[in-house]
């Protein structure tokens, strides 16, 4: 028997697990709400926080460029591909971000797990938050930097990792915003670290830019630590996929280590470069989020967050107390209900797509065993009543479970 027929029997294993994942075709609707298969329901599933992926200015961008530069880029940036528009835009993400420099990648995944191994190789130290995104543990595997994780959040053993490593060169890890807690990192304590102990910081602020800090320009800016505070130790990433609703990633921090990056990032050297279409996006969606309207919608954003915990809060209702369901604390988008089980989870997801929701269920290896969830996401592009709809919702199914 070759090794090759043991795929169905693996595949078999997933199911009984019930950790087969399946895709869903998706059409965008209107608001929240997303056709599935065929199907409209009211979605909780999107990074979309601000509602921009369909907006106006981005689309009407979109067509301008298609006029000006065409579909496709053609070459990597260091061949032909770096166009006008990825240009400019690099200027103005390190002026949103308030950092000297930025560089501006294709893809977020491909940024994480490239400039990792573009820092530190091996006979380095790379310290790991253990609840990191898996972008940034591939790119710490492929590092060959000896990699030491922390438990999550917890600055005194990461002190303690670093106080006893003999590297001369050290990398922590973390993510701003937990992608599955929805939590924020202690980024002054983590700053202070690396300062302490001669270490750099590669922060992902993927669910925080746009939203988070003065005018959404990221979590670095939520604590001062921007601009004129910036230390040289940060070195900082965000998605454009998520708040700025495009797509795409960019690094930004002190001139030379984003230069280094520029010279020895094999994902930015080697793949072709993001169309001029998409950058042209994202520069309207800038202009949309550091404005009036990007305020808008936070402030929108965060009427959502208080309905939504005071609908589920300990004590609102008897029926999700019963059940056993716990929202986690967080006061970003991403509100985690933790179900538990594996198998409950998708009922439970099940029985809202029956009443018309749709809110993914997140089972191990993205979470930890025995924490599957409910990943609440929710977007400026909700009312007020979309979020009461899945209070009662969630009400309904709970006093059935």
Known sequence: MSWLDEF??????LDAQSLRRRRRA????????L???????????????????????LRA??????????????????????????????LELAAAVQLPRA?????????????????????????????????LIDGARLSRASVQRFAHADLQQLDALLAASTARRKLVLSDAVFSMDGDVADLRGLVALCERHDALLLLDDAHGFGVLGPQGRGALAAVGLSGAAASRRVLYMATLGKAIGVAGAFV????????????????????????????????????CVLGAEGERRRQHLQALIARLQAGLQPGADAGIAAAG??????STAIQPLIIGDNTAALAVMAALRERGLWVPAIRPPTVPAGTAR?????????????????IEALRQVARTT
């Not at 409910?374 to 899945?390: F, Y």
């Open 8 to 13: 169905d029997e693996r595949l078999a294993q």
């Open 252 to 287: 930004a921090g002190h001139y030379s280590l984003v230069e280094w990056l520029l010279q020895k990032t094999r994902s930015y050297t080697y793949a072709t470069a993001a169309p001029a279409l998409l950058a042209e996006a994202v520069r309207a969606s800038l202009r």
């Open 103 to 135: 560089l501006y990648f294709y893809a977020g995944y491909a940024t994480n797990a490239s400039i990792v191994p573009a820092l530190v190789g091996a006979g380095d130290a790379l310290f790991s938050d253990a609840l990191n995104h898996a972008c």
């Open 26 to 33: 998706v059409l965008p609707e209107a608001g929240a709400r």
């Open 35 to 57: 056709q599935v298969d065929g199907e409209s329901l009211l979605a909780f599933c999107s990074n979309d926080y601000l509602g921009l992926a369909g907006a106006a200015p």
């Open 325 to 330: 369901w716990a929202l986690l604390p967080s």
């Open 374 to 390: 409910l990943r609440i996401a929710l977007s400026a592009a909700h009312s007020l009543a979309d979020v009461d709809v899945l």
């Open 61 to 90: 961008a979109v067509h301008a460029a298609v006029d000006t530069y065409g579909v496709g880029s053609g070459a990597s940036p260091m061949v032909s591909g770096h166009s006008v528009a990825n240009a400019a835009l690099e």
